[in-house]
């Protein structure tokens, strides 16, 4: 998935701005249990495909995890913050009336991934979520389709779209964060010291 969304990233974002973000935002939903739909899954090829997926702390996968696997978080940051900046990029060479607010968010974005990066801690996501996503989307959609909203309504899309995004955050790093920890402990406390 990966190699799927850097080709989107780099040769569909300056063409179609709206289209290759949504394309990237969807496969990055789907892109942590790819591996367990590969048919080819016990192979060693499967490590090369998706070597993100690996679990150094032979950590057991926990029922409750949207993704198990403790090191995927971090290299899922780390494309999310190539994608936002090229995005961030596009905009900022195709310059449109809506570019400062983009850049307002993605500064804020970045505050997040920066302590995040630094600290670990999954709950900078939800303390920075990427509204930056909402309203690229929101923007980059209006302009592809020519299309002019009253103010009301376009803030109230955007509220609900910020309500969707903080929703999504908390689930995916906050909610996910405590069941690691969680998970861990239980298997920390079933290893034998000898």
Same mark, same amino acid.
Request: glycine share 2%.
């Given at each position: 998935?990966?190699i799927?969304?850097?080709?989107?990233?780099?040769?569909?974002?300056?063409?179609?701005?709206?289209?290759?973000?949504?394309?990237?935002?969807?496969?990055?939903?789907?892109?942590?249990?790819v591996?367990?739909?590969?048919?080819?899954?016990?192979?060693?090829?499967?490590?090369?495909?998706?070597?993100t997926l690996?679990?150094?702390?032979?950590?057991?996968?926990?029922?409750?995890?949207?993704?198990?696997y403790?090191?995927?978080?971090?290299?899922?940051?780390?494309?999310?913050?190539? =994608?936002?900046?090229?995005?961030?990029?596009?905009?900022? /060479?195709?310059w449109?009336? @809506?570019?400062?607010i #983009?850049? *307002?968010? +993605?500064?804020?974005?970045?505050?997040?991934?920066?302590?995040?990066?630094?600290?670990?801690?999954?709950?900078?996501?939800?303390?920075?979520?990427?509204?930056?996503?909402?309203l690229?989307?929101?923007?980059?959609?209006l302009d592809?389709?020519? =299309?002019?909203?009253?103010?009301?309504?376009?803030?109230? /899309?955007?509220?609900?779209? @910020?309500?969707?995004? #903080?929703? *999504?955050? +908390?689930?995916?790093?906050?909610?996910q964060?405590?069941?690691?920890l969680?998970?861990?402990?239980?298997?920390?406390?079933?290893?034998?010291?000898?």
């Open positions: 998935m990966i799927f969304r850097l080709l989107g990233l780099f040769l569909f974002l300056f063409l179609y701005p709206f289209w290759a973000y949504l394309i990237n935002i969807l496969l990055d939903f789907t892109d942590c249990n591996k367990n739909y590969l048919q080819f899954y016990k192979k060693k090829i499967a490590n090369i495909i998706d070597i690996k679990n150094p702390l032979n950590l057991p996968n926990h029922p409750k995890l949207i993704c198990p403790p090191n995927y978080v971090y290299i899922d940051k780390v494309w999310d913050t190539a =994608l936002i900046t090229v995005a961030m990029v596009v905009s900022l /060479i195709y449109k009336p @809506f570019t400062p #983009l850049l *307002i968010f +993605y500064i804020y974005r970045m505050i997040g991934h920066v302590i995040y990066f630094k600290t670990g801690n999954r709950n900078a996501m939800v303390y920075f979520p990427s509204f930056f996503d909402v690229y989307l929101i923007f980059y959609f592809y389709f020519h =299309l002019q909203l009253n103010n009301v309504f376009l803030l109230v /899309i955007i509220f609900m779209g @910020f309500i969707g995004k #903080l929703y *999504i955050e +908390y689930k995916l790093h906050y909610n964060a405590k069941n690691h969680k998970t861990a402990k239980n298997h920390l406390k079933t290893v034998k010291i000898t």
